[in-house]
T-cell receptor, first 115, second 111 residues
Framework: DGGITQSPKYLFRKEGQNVTLSCEQN?????MYWYRQDPGQGLRLIYYSQIVNDFQKGDIAEGYSVSREKKESFPLTVTSAQKNPTAFYLCASSIERQTRTGELFFGEGSRLTVL | SQQGEEDPQALSIQEGENATMNCSYKTSINNLQWYRQNSGRGLVHLILIRSNEREKHSGRLRVTLDTSKKSSSLLITASRAADTASYFC???????????FGKGTLLTVNP
């Protein structure tokens, strides 16, 4: 079945460690996104990529990094510079580069907890 | 910055009743979308309404859009316990290429 796969579902990190969250899609979508969700909050955009080898900062990019070497993959690294990384991370994709018209398809999320 | 803002923050109803959630936004939009999120899961797209549309239906869902008031409403008719979830509105507008989400309405449907 086509969809978006995020892994791991749960991740624990010690302070000072970098961690990488995986996001893979087989929908043949051009655009991919990373959002962060905190309890009782909406989604905030971290990074987005409209095409391979290109990505843009979202509203809260500090302390995060991404790469887009393949159309199917958009991994997110949470670095030690991110001051409050404990959150629920959601990856999404859209068929069109311009989300002005497109709906987003989401993965099931990765919950990161810093110990 | 978050543009969409849902109201109420939480809503509790009995099975069979209708549920109405509202979304207000601040700047002009190209379209407005509603998403559903079950606890601890990813978001699922429900419906998209374009700025030149006033009402849209999908099954038990009815969405209205009033661009003059910069507001939208989502009506779920004949609610079921399985409709229990958080509902988010998201707006797409201007020349940017991203959706902006509100904080959501937590709907609880009691059996």
């Amino acid at each position: 079945d086509g969809g978006i796969t995020q892994s791991p579902k749960y991740l624990f990190r010690k302070e000072g460690q970098n961690v990488t969250l995986s996001c893979e899609q087989n929908l043949n979508h051009d655009a991919m996104y990373w959002y962060r969700q905190d309890p009782g909050q909406g989604l905030r955009l971290i990074y987005y990529s409209q095409i391979v080898n290109d990505f843009q900062k979202g509203d809260i990019a500090e302390g995060y990094s991404v790469s887009r070497e393949k159309k199917e993959s958009f991994p997110l690294t949470v670095t030690s510079a991110q001051k409050n990384p404990t959150a629920f991370y959601l990856c999404a994709s859209s068929i069109e580069r311009q989300t002005r018209t497109g709906e987003l398809f989401f993965g099931e999320g990765s919950r990161l907890t810093v110990l | 910055s978050q543009q969409g803002e849902e109201d109420p923050q939480a809503l509790s109803i009995q099975e069979g009743e209708n549920a109405t959630m509202n979304c207000s936004y601040k700047t002009s939009i190209n379209n407005l979308q509603w998403y559903r999120q079950n606890s601890g899961r990813g978001l699922v797209h429900l419906i998209l309404i374009r700025s030149n549309e006033r009402e849209k239906h999908s099954g038990r869902l009815r969405v209205t859009l009033d661009t003059s008031k910069k507001s939208s409403s989502l009506l779920i008719t004949a609610s079921r316990a399985a409709d229990t979830a958080s509902y988010f509105c998201a707006t797409a507008g201007g020349s940017n290429y991203k959706l902006t989400f509100g904080k959501g309405t937590l709907l609880t449907v009691n059996p």
